[in-house]
């Protein structure tokens, strides 16, 4: 049994807040109501004055997902993520390169954030990592970045959905695995190209799906939310 085995069905779904601004983050959180517990604040949303919503979901309750990417020397990936963590996020996103990993670990203490390493960006393929010097390809080098992050204590990953099944037998049960590219069947791709269903990602091993546009812009968000949630409920057994 995975650790996120007991995660209730609701809080697997993690709504990109992908929006243009703080104005329409709020009006899509008020729409969503109940149907959504856990959001994403993305680059663009936190850039664009979005960070003070992190303090502003936990009051009513949400888990915030803040998705930064950070990677800097050490002492500044350290700092910026225990301003992060005070701020009370629930999940941080940084590179898996050991010596950042590292460096959050320290930043984030032992309170309620969890951190999650982006091993390598699901935008590259081999030839990007030829391109950029590697010497390796991506499979090798989401491998090796998995066990980096479980050494340095990271408490999760970012995955695309196909990895999930390969990487959580490398790791085993104790990271969350969290994965976007997932859409419920006969829903639009959008940019994505390698897909999963919501209940195929979570049969595979997934603890939290990332969605956005299937459910952002839905005729009816609530409903497609509801909708992933009871497919995700269906995979777990619950
Ligand atoms: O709209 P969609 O469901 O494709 O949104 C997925 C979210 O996950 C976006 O916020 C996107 O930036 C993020 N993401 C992704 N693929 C990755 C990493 C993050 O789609 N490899």
């Known amino acids: ?30 729409q969503l ?11 663009e949303l936190a850039y664009g004055g979005g960070l003070p919503l992190v303090e502003e979901l936990k009051a009513v309750g949400k888990k915030v997902f803040v998705d930064l990417k950070l990677h800097d020397i050490g002492q500044t990936v350290e700092r910026a993520t225990r301003r992060i963590a005070r701020l009370g996020a629930d999940f941080l996103t940084i590179h898996g390169f050991p010596q950042t990993m590292r460096a959050a670990r320290q930043g984030a203490g032992d309170g309620g ?17 030829a391109e950029a010097g590697y010497s390796i390809g991506v499979a090798e080098l989401v491998s090796r970045r998995a066990i980096q992050a479980k050494d340095a204590g990271i408490d999760g990953l970012i995955l695309s959905p196909q990895e999930v099944a390969p990487i959580r037998a490398l790791v085993g049960p104790e990271m ?63």
């Open 33 to 43: 109501g109940d149907s959504v517990s856990f959001y994403k604040i993305g680059m």
């Open 1 to 30: 049994m995975t650790r996120g085995a007991t995660i209730p069905a609701r809080d697997r779904l993690i709504v990109a807040l992908d929006v243009d601004g703080v104005e329409a983050a709020r009006a899509l959180v008020a």
């Open 113 to 129: 954030l969890r951190l999650l390493a982006v091993t390598v960006m699901t935008s590259y393929d081999d030839a990007d990592l």
């Open 176 to 238: 969350a695995l969290v994965t976007p590219g997932v859409r419920p069947a006969g829903a639009a791709l959008g940019d994505q190209k390698r897909v999963m269903t919501p209940g195929a990602a979570i049969a595979a091993g997934a603890d939290h799906l990332v969605v956005g546009r299937p459910v952002t812009q839905a005729p009816d968000p609530r409903a497609a939310a509801d909708a992933i949630v009871a497919e995700i409920s269906a995979a777990i057994g619950g």
